[in-house]
């Protein structure tokens, strides 16, 4: 069966401009055009298709998905060497996954984690942290993260737990704030995010800068959003963007050599 370009962007969920660049690059012609141009797809280009559209989900860039499809053998390979790709980063996100979920459930007063695990899985988190900071920021934030660890030594359980109940009450505060529909860089959410900034600064002398960075790590980094979720699942992205807007309002942090609002 024979389908024209629109019937086959809804079958495979793509854009009919999509099909088109495909076709226009000449990574998926069309197996005729009738002499009212109208391009119609048979059964072998809707395979070509599918083998396309699992590269790109597998973040292939286009001109090598061209050369694998030109020769079979190589898009073997590639499909088997993508599949291991997933299967350790499917190993390395459950391995993350539990560790959350342990820290998790510490935090929370979850007394069947033991005091052994407790502290297993938060140096396992801290570890990765200071790994994401320093290949995000360089050697100095990890550095300056290292002292913030060391700022903590001697902390018994009770220490973090009652931290993490001070930190998941802030937390829900600006979830309501949030619910109600204040935007981030709002006076309401400014003056919430400055007890934020006043507990980051109990472990971390955060400049403005480093402030800011902090904004793109509670978003991106996955543990530390995840702890965020688990209060509420639209929260991360809110505070993120409220981080960084006092950065800028409160704290002078300069975008594009450029101050937005200067110290207050």
Do not use: C
Not at 75 to 98: K, M, P, S, T, Y
Not at 188 to 198: G, I, N
Not at 204 to 220: I, M, Q, S
């Amino acid at each position: 069966m024979e389908r024209t370009v629109s019937e086959v962007a809804k079958l495979a969920g793509v854009s009919v401009r999509t099909l088109r660049h495909y076709d226009a690059i000449g990574l998926l012609p069309p197996g005729y055009v009738a002499p009212n141009g109208y391009r119609y797809y048979g059964r072998p280009e809707l395979l070509r298709l599918q083998r396309i559209l699992l590269l790109r989900e597998l973040d292939v860039a286009l001109p090598e998905i061209a050369r694998i499809l030109a020769e079979p053998a190589d898009e073997l390979a590639a499909l088997r060497g993508h599949r291991e790709q997933l299967e350790r980063e499917r190993r390395r996100l459950d391995g993350v996954i539990g560790v959350v979920d342990r820290t998790i459930e510490g935090l929370s007063g979850d007394d069947s984690i033991g005091d052994e695990e407790f502290f297993v899985g938060l140096t396992a988190a801290r570890d990765r942290l200071e790994a994401d900071l320093t290949d995000r920021f360089g050697p100095e934030v990890g550095a300056a993260f290292e002292e913030a660890v060391r700022a903590t030594d001697g902390w018994s359980r009770d220490d973090y737990e009652r931290m993490a109940d001070e930190g998941r009450r802030l937390l829900l505060r600006m979830s309501a704030a949030r619910a109600r529909g204040v935007v981030p860089d709002s006076p309401e959410a400014l003056e919430l995010t400055e007890l934020h900034y006043q507990g980051v600064l109990e472990l971390w002398p955060a400049d403005a800068t480093g402030y800011y960075n902090l904004g793109a790590v509670l978003l991106d980094n996955p543990e530390q959003r995840a702890m965020i979720a688990s209060v509420d699942p639209e929260l991360p992205p809110w505070l993120s963007a409220a981080v960084q807007a006092y950065a800028v309002r409160k704290l002078g942090y300069r975008i594009d050599k450029k101050t937005v609002d200067g110290p207050v």
